[in-house]
């Protein structure tokens, strides 16, 4: 039972971390990376389609990015599917290809994107406070029931916390690393 509690701990832990992880990639920090076109949903034949499953997606420079679709007749669906999306870019497309130009970002845009960072920072720490809220919920009601003592009650809370400080610990080094990128690109 108490391995079970802190195996699901880690997990659901790991996966807030790897959440957080993604929202990190669609913050865009100056440079050219596929990860910001990935909530871009296209509406292909009627039905809302992922980008990344109808064009590949390349950085051919830095600050670059190029669309290709497999499907030439896409291009015009992509394209709109770009401008109404969130990530503030506008594609340039020639008939065969779209390209995405990143601009380089000011030091207001900057100082923004840190902020943003800093907010799904909190947000993925709140989501692993929660986790480890019940974990230990969990574990104090398997003392209540009389399923372990009250010393394996405290050493669960003990590594429950340990975990939880562990995960706190990634995603402040995450978050760091991100905010590095964006300020000195």
Do not use: C, H, W
């Not at 039972?1 to 807030?16: C, E, F, G, I, Y």
């Not at 030439?72 to 394209?79: F, R, T």
Request: hydrophobic residues 35%; without cysteine.
């Amino acid at each position: 039972m108490a391995n079970a509690v802190l195996n699901d701990t880690r997990q659901r832990m790991r996966k807030s971390i790897e959440s957080f992880q993604r929202e990190l990639g669609t913050i865009r920090a100056g440079v050219a990376n596929a990860s910001i076109l990935d909530r871009v949903e296209v509406l292909y034949y009627g039905a809302p389609t992922p980008l990344n499953q109808l064009a590949s997606i390349t950085i051919p420079e830095a600050r670059m990015l190029l669309i290709s679709p497999y499907d030439k007749g896409s291009l015009g669906d992509i394209e709109k599917a770009i401008l109404k999306s969130d990530v503030g870019i506008t594609p340039n497309n020639d008939g065969e290809v779209i390209r995405l130009v990143i601009p380089a970002l000011t030091q207001d845009r900057r100082r923004e994107l840190t902020k943003i960072v800093g907010a799904e920072q909190e947000n993925a720490k709140v989501a692993v406070r929660n986790i480890r809220r019940d974990a230990i919920n969990a574990v104090k009601k398997e003392e209540k029931d009389g399923n372990i003592s009250e010393d394996e009650l405290r050493q669960l809370e003990k590594d429950i916390q340990a975990i939880t400080d562990e995960s706190v610990k990634e995603i402040d080094e995450l978050s760091k690393a991100k905010e590095s990128e964006i300020l000195n690109d």
